[in-house]
Each structure stands twice: as C-alpha cells, then as structure tokens.
C-alpha cells in the first residue's frame, strides 16, 4: 500500500530566510513539517506548521510557524517537506512560543 505521505528527496532545497534588521526579536527556522494546521479554530486564514528544528523555539527539537493568510502557500505543505521561515518570536494561544512569519520558503517551490 502506497504512503499517504511519500518520503521526499534527501537532496531538496530550500531559500533561506531573511530576519529584517529592524525586526531585533525575529527568528529563523529551517527544517521538515511534521505538523500542519490548515483550518486554523479562530478563522482568520492563518496556517500553522510544526517543523523539526534543532534550536527548538517552541519545545526541544520543534519550532513552530504561524503564517498569516496573505503569506500562506498554495498548494499548502505537508508532513516531510521542507520550509523556512522568519519573523518575531511570539506567544501563540496556547502559550506556546512560536515564529510569526513575515517571510516564509517551501522547497522546490
């Protein structure tokens, strides 16, 4: 039976993303979705991502991203692609520290 998810290749690439200098709380994250919230409860367009990432922003090892409905990609990614974001650290509802990304890249995209 074929993976609801294939594994994606070892070799794909993803652009960086870029803190803006005057942004001094702003983060950034680079690493594969493990998570994905494509109906965001409070309905206001935003999509969220879990991503392993070493600096663990929000518990060890995992970062999260809220991305605001103008910067949300189409097609949305799912779990083992590779994303990177940037933007401030900021508190999410469930008291969770999370990046609120003002840029945002999806490999081979």
């Known amino acids: 039976m ?19 200098p005057a942004l001094p709380s702003c983060r950034t994250t680079q690493g594969r979705i493990v998570y994905v919230e494509r109906v965001d409860p409070d309905g206001d367009g935003d ?16 970062t999260a991203i809220d ?8 097609p949305l990614p ?5 994303i990177s974001a940037a933007g401030p650290v900021q ?10 990304a003002f840029e945002l890249h999806v490999a081979n995209r």
């Open 2 to 20: 074929p993976s609801e998810h294939p594994e994606k290749p070892a070799g794909d690439k993803v652009a960086p993303s870029h803190c803006q």
């Open 47 to 62: 999509a969220h991502f879990v991503v392993i990432d070493a600096q663990g922003i929000t518990l060890p090892g995992l």
């Open 67 to 74: 991305v605001r409905r103008g910067l949300r990609p189409h």
């Open 78 to 82: 799912g779990p083992g692609e590779l």
């Open 91 to 100: 508190t999410g509802s469930y008291g969770q520290s999370q990046i609120h």
